[in-house]
């Protein structure tokens, strides 16, 4: 049985709030916020990159970009070590860049060539860095939260049976408010709730499952965290347009879960201010809501704390504005002058094998067994499959 | 007549079909204020009102599962699941309920319901966004599964399907959603399922296809000398093996082509019942142009992946030179 006396409401530490409080101290050393404020800014100017890539015709399929949710890849990345998994969706390149991937393996992913992080076969909702932690942007909605419960699971045994110590990492299981209704996450809850798994489901609220308000599709939206509360898991409501909230908070329950093994929700309040994808017309919102949000720009909330502690200047500004596009204009050099993923690719990690050992089976013929010979043209102007 | 695009003729077909049968309703994600991510249902929520064309939570596992039993009870559920790939939350309710329910109650209940599911390749996307899953439905006795490769056809098969008493998956080609415009007729009209179309008639060969692949098939006969019959087989299953068997006895020849990877794909039903009813008339071995046992990779390498004019040309030349 679980403890009843935890409290299942979350309770922010007494820190010193510096946007709100106006005071000249920030809850962590200047140097530590001067470094999210430009991963933050990293991540936008990268996705806005991306979406004039995009129109260019460099970038292919689906690009569904984080700007105005940059506070929370970069808050929660921080409140965590890195050894403890993160698992997400499709929105996914500012959480890769905020946990350590390099915005060249990134552009080039998300431009299909070989150097990009699942060497160009995956795009834009396929960020995976094994170094990192990062086990993978995903694109089936709510798909990926079991696997969050997964990992959990499994840092837990490793930490407690194999190493027969104390539970010492936690997972973070990212997932939009749209795929709050997918069963998949029910049963995700379920699981780690049952079994004290220690992960935490952050759902990036931003108000809509593409084009469907949450109002619209979600049951007791305005108390979202009963669904997690439905399944025993302890909850915190997050401002997730204030990096130092999202800190804040974050730290505290991350501590929490690992030191308990338990599981939490998070409901994280924010807004993106783009459409759910490039193809996305946006009829389902006003141009007004948009701008009262885009008010609340949390790159802005930052910049306004930092001020207020005097500890930033035009001249910070300046050259960490200076130093992102470089880093990103790098990064679309690099990714137009790496290798447009060859074909013979295309049969490769399908299983571990990458021609496939069996003789005599259906496996080692590239054709699958076809009698017509492929052409295997060239259309990315190399050279043939065989 | 109007010359319409794939889309603007499934929205016809819908529209005309609604306004005949009240018990016609239309869910999915973001098909009614948004008209869908495609935009085949532009305009109906607002000429049918909220109540007929809603917007579901993105639960597929809920939506068709809601859909069996809004058909169970009486209604024609048209449920739109926005990918193919977004079908495998959604799996155990088509195929170990829609698909069953006759067969389980012994005809008591039936399930009239029509998933209509964009599919296939050449927009650009990535797997789960243009795989074609065809065969595994095909696979599965009591679903009927119906792609369509023309405007004039989606509307005639569709305006079918909502008349239909059982389960029909209704997969919808979105590289040909706009890429292709033709006169269709604006009185309604029907095409009834498990009949294939010979799209041309030709002696030496016979192709069989379906959905997008036949327009590549087409542009591969252009380009050939030989006098070569093409079959649309429009209805996957039940699928009209006479009109395959009755070309193949005529040519002596048989190249398949679909999108699919190959094994296990439906050419190789078509293969194998092709050796069953035309052995002594075969002059060469059926051929298959399909795509690879892979996963659907990124764009970049989309059109190495699909089957084109070009790879339909070599296993036309191939089977042929036997």
Known sequence: MKDPTVPMSHVATPAVHAASAGASTLPVPPATALHWLRQMHLIREFEVRCMQSYQEKKIGGFCHVYIGQEAIAVGCVAALRPEDPIVLAYRDHGHALARG???????????????????????????????????????????????????????????????????????????????????????????????DLPVIFIVENNGYSMGTSIQRGTTMSHDLCIKGRAHGLREATIDGMDVLSVYRDMKELADW??????????????????????????????????????????????????????????????????????????????ASASEVTPDRELYTDVFVEPWGPYPGSSLPAFLGGATNACTFRSTNGKEGLV | MANITLVQA??????????????????????????????????????????????????????????????????????????????????????????????????????????????????????????????????????????????????????????EPDPVLFFEPKRIYRAIREEVPEDEYTLPLGVARTVCEGSDLTIVSWGASVVQCMQAIE???????????????PFDMDAVATSVKKTGRCVVVHEAPLTCGFGSEIAARIMERCFLELEAPVQRVAGYDTTMPYYKMELDYLPDSYRVQRAIEDCLAY
């Open chain 2, 10 to 163: 499934i929205n016809l077909a819908l529209i005309q079909e609604m306004e005949r049968n009240d018990s016609i309703v239309l869910l999915g994600e973001d098909i009614g204020v948004n008209g869908g991510v495609f935009r085949v249902t532009e305009g109906l929520q607002k000429r049918f009102g909220g109540a007929r064309v809603f917007d579901t939570p993105l639960a597929e596992s809920g939506i068709i599962g809601l859909s069996i039993g809004m058909a169970m009870g009486g209604l024609h559920p048209v449920p739109e699941i926005q990918f193919e790939g977004f079908l495998g939350p959604a799996y155990d309710q088509i195929c170990s309920h829609a698909a069953r329910m006759r067969s389980r109650t012994r005809g008591a209940f039936t399930v009239p319901m029509t998933i209509r599911i964009p599919v296939g390749g050449g927009i650009h996307a990535p797997e789960l966004h243009s795989d074609s899953p065809e065969a595994i439905y095909a696979h599965t006795p009591g679903l009927k599964v119906v792609m369509p490769s023309s405007p004039y056809d989606a509307k005639g098969l569709l305006t079918s399907c909502l008349r």
């Open chain 2, 223 to 237: 380009k050939s000398e030989q006098s070569i019959e093409l079959i649309d087989l429009r209805t996957i299953y």
């Open chain 1, 257 to 334: 879960c690992r030191e308990h093994s338990r599981a939490a929700f998070v409901n994280m309040t924010c807004y993106r201010f783009k459409g759910h994808s490039m193809s996305d017309p946006r009829k389902y919102r006003t141009r007004e809501e948009e701008a009262t949000h885009e008010s609340n720009d949390p790159i802005i909330n930052l910049e306004r704390a930092l001020w207020q502690a005097g500890v930033f200047d035009d001249a910070i500004l300046a050259s960490i504005l200076k130093s992102v596009r470089e880093e990103v204009k790098e990064s679309i050099a690099f």
């Open chain 1, 101 to 195: 991937m390099t915005a060249n393996a990134c552009m080039a992913e998300m431009f299909g060539r070989v150097d990009g992080c699942a060497k160009g076969k995956g795009g834009s909702m396929h960020m995976f860095d094994r170094p990192n932690n990062l086990f993978g942007g995903h694109g089936i909605v709510g798909a990926q939260t079991p696997l969050g419960a997964g990992l959990a699971f499994g840092t837990k045994y490793e930490d407690e049976v194999i190493n027969g110590g104390k539970n010492s990492r936690v997972t973070l299981s990212f997932l939009g408010d749209g795929a709050v209704n997918q069963g998949a996450f029910s049963e995700a809850m379920n699981l780690s709730g049952l079994f």
